[in-house]
């Protein structure tokens, strides 16, 4: 065996893993940081249980991308040279042996095409289960960074070896409460000095600075940062060169290229071997990169690099974003979090890892890394029962709407003005007037982030960090992408094109324009930063001006059709600290339950109805071609998506569609919040008349604690004839 000296608590982390699965529990979540050494963990565990156990042979299911099933086999190799080990074309060869441990590429039996389960002459991997299980064989998977292959096509794989146990690794597994969780805590590792004491960010920015540009700004501080980190190490005699990882926005070529050249003029290039890159189409300078005194000072990246990367010697982390809606990606920070020669050198400086960003969504990255979260969430999967069920759905026709951009205009006026009280052309009153509301009139561009230091997820708040504003100069060229972005977004939040509504923001805000309910004068320019900087506000004022209005259009017959199945699978969010959780089993999909969040209280009334007297029932998803649409008009005349809530089937096998609101309070009191309830109640009716499905509305009334029905003319008073008792209607 290769000489590894185990830490304690990796000792006792594969003693409790024997152990669990001895004791005979089904499910295992290992919960481990980057860089507590999760593979030598698990192999160990392989190599006690097998010398502990008999007719068992081992399964460890990796992800597609990095070869990290050979990475895997070799290093159980090199750390107990006399195990049997195989990769899938052995086990298609020779089939499963006991004792043995069968390295598998996920993709190589889930990805379409695939050869390993398709029927031939020769056994197919199905066959080599069968055979093992004829030989009294039995199966341990082990289910590495199980996060990446949370799949329904991945979970058939599994149910295929019928497996006496599932250990599921990862630093970010999906939380599952049935299962037994075996938790690595960050400051056990970091103690023993495997990882870095915690994360400084945005070191060295400062609130209210004026600068050029984002990207030069911050890769100049990680720069910088990177030379005294460096001159420290040498300082205390030891030779390494640390590594600045530079993560890409994707697809943007042209900030790829802003970045090179900049980079460039700091003497770090490809040329002269200090600027590496890893990019799908593009790798250079890799060669020996995790050296310690590899030459490259950086790496680019786009997102996340492949799995199973180990470069202790990253220290720094520079996200750039492209625009102002980039998703954090949080893998990568794992990858600046390892100690390079697992040992803490007693110096805050080398003792901690660095990032920089103006990336708005980086607290919920963060988070997502340190394994923060109020509840928890599991993936559930069809219950192959209810795989052949199919609807027609409606959706967005690929025509465009008959929009008067005029009467929208209008509208939008009319509520901004009625909304803040504002008067026509009062410049000076109205600037004064939104500023108060929160309308930022900076001409340069704002960014909000924060800087501090993050030691672990449960003292991570980002209340507690220092904020800071940065101020870029407008510089319209630049800019402009985000400009016309924004502009996009605000229109698109109420279904209005870009064209419109670019006219509409410089008729109402901007000066020499000839249109009689202008508010603001801003020159052109100013209507860059003044866009960019509200982006949020404006989208709410469209939104709120599509909704109030009164105008109403008569709906287009004319809608593209297409079939709905139910999706494989889905993640729900429940409450983990929930007295009482009952099983839904009359839920298409296996494992749903009742202390599911984020339901509304009809909804959860009406799911217990569900389960005690229908037959089955599928709660609905919102705002995804994968769920089931219909189309109905906002007041602009815009067709939208609803998507109705339920799914259902009576006891006499006819099928509903429902949609649930707001009912009405034991004093009277409407609970309906739905602005557009009568336009998508009118818009259900029309599709159940066209496809022959039952539908309707369902509210319940606490007046007398009843769940009501609604399939006739919609009318928000309850006492209507139109409102049925439920139960008296669908049986």
């Known amino acids: 065996m290769q000489n590894i000296k185990l830490k304690e608590f990796q000792v006792d982390t594969i003693e409790r ?62 750390y107990f040279p006399l195990a049997e080990t195989k990769l899938l074309n052995d086990i298609l060869s020779a089939g499963f042996t006991e004792n043995s441990i069968s390295f598998i590429n996920w993709e190589l039996v889930t990805k379409k095409g695939n050869n390993a389960l398709v029927d031939s002459e020769r056994d197919n991997l199905k066959d080599k289960i069968r055979k093992a299980k004829f030989d009294n064989l039995s199966f341990i998977l082990i289910v590495d960074e199980e996060h990446l292959n949370k799949t329904y096509k991945a979970n058939e794989i599994i149910q295929l070896f019928k497996p006496e146990c599932v250990v599921r690794a990862s630093a ?99 040329e002269n071997k200090k600027l590496a890159i890893w990019l799908a189409d593009k790798k250079e300078n890799l060669e020996d990169i995790e050296d310690f005194n590899a030459e490259p000072v950086a790496i680019i990246i786009k997102q996340a690099v492949a799995t199973g990367w180990d470069c202790t010697r990253a220290h720094i982390l520079v996200k750039l974003r492209d625009n102002m809606d980039e998703t954090f990606e949080t893998q990568t920070i794992g990858r600046i979090r390892r100690m390079p020669e697992a040992k803490h050198y007693g110096c805050d400086l080398l003792d901690v890892c660095y990032l920089y960003t103006f990336d708005e969504k980086f607290t ?153 309910s202008n508010l603001l004068n801003l020159s052109y320019r100013d209507l860059y930063a003044f866009v960019i900087n509200n982006k949020e506000l404006l989208m709410k004022e469209f939104n709120s001006a599509v909704a109030d209005a009164s105008l109403q259009m008569t709906l287009q017959a004319k809608v593209n059709k297409s079939t709905f199945i139910f999706p494989r699978e889905c993640i729900i969010g429940y409450n983990p600290s929930a007295k009482v959780v009952k099983a839904y089993d009359k839920n298409v999909y296996a494992g749903y339950i009742s202390s599911v969040v984020g339901r509304s209280r009809p909804e959860i009334i009406f799911e217990d109805y569900c389960q005690h007297k229908l037959k089955w029932f599928f709660k609905n998803g919102e705002s995804s071609q994968e769920y089931f649409s219909i189309i109905y008009q906002d007041n602009t005349g815009k067709q939208r998506h609803f998507y109705p809530d339920y799914i259902v089937m009576d006891n006499s096998n006819k099928v509903w569609i429902l949609e649930t609101k707001g009912g009405e309070s034991i004093g009277g009191v409407n609970q309906n919040v739905d602005k557009f309830a009568n336009q998508k109640f009118d818009a259900l009716i029309q599709y159940g008349n066209e496809n022959n499905v039952k539908v309707g509305f369902v509210r319940f009334d606490e007046g007398s604690n009843t769940l009501l029905l609604n399939t006739t003319i919609y009318n928000e008073q309850l006492k209507d004839e139109n409102w049925q008792i439920l139960e008296e209607i669908i049986k």
């Open 364 to 516: 919920q990255g963060v988070k997502q890394h340190f394994g923060n979260g109020a509840s928890e969430v599991k993936k559930l999967f069809l219950k192959k029962e209810f795989s052949d069920f199919s609807l027609v759905k409606y959706y967005n026709p690929t025509i465009k709407n008959p929009v008067d951009p005029n009467k929208v205009r209008e509208l939008l006026a009319e509520s901004i003005i009625k909304h803040y009280n504002l008067k026509v052309k009062n410049y000076e009153k109205n600037e004064s007037i939104l500023e108060t509301y929160g309308y930022d009139f900076n001409k340069s561009i704002s960014v909000h982030t924060v800087s501090g230091k993050v030691v672990e997820a449960e003292n991570f708040d980002r209340d507690k960090l220092n904020s800071a504003d940065i101020y870029i100069p407008l510089n319209t060229h630049t800019h402009g992408r985000d400009f016309h972005k924004a502009v996009s977004q605000i229109g698109s939040s109420a279904g209005i094109i870009y064209e419109y509504t670019n006219t509409i923001l410089r008729n109402l805000f901007t000066e020499q324009t000839s249109y009689k």
């Open 172 to 270: 970010t597994p999906v939380k599952n409460s049935s299962a037994t969780m075996i938790e690595i805590k960050d400051e056990t590792v970091i103690a023993e000095g495997l990882i870095k004491k915690m994360l400084y960010i945005n070191e060295g920015v400062e609130d209210g600075k004026m600068i050029e540009d984002q990207t030069s700004y911050l890769l100049d501080l990680a720069i910088k940062k990177q030379l005294i980190i460096k001159k420290k190490f040498q300082e205390i005699g030891v030779s390494i060169n640390p590594l600045i990882v530079i993560q890409m926005p994707n697809n943007s070529d042209a900030k790829l290229q802003e970045v090179e050249e900049y980079l460039d003029t700091k003497n770090i290039s490809y």
């Open 17 to 78: 893993l024997v152990a669990t699965v001895e004791k005979g529990d089904k499910e295992i979540i290992l919960k481990s940081p980057t860089g507590s050494g999760k593979t030598v963990m698990l192999c160990n565990f392989v190599n006690e249980y097998n010398k502990r156990n008999s007719g068992c042979c081992f399964v460890w299911l990796t992800p597609g991308k990095g070869n990290l099933e050979e990475q895997s086999k070799n290093k159980m190799n090199s």
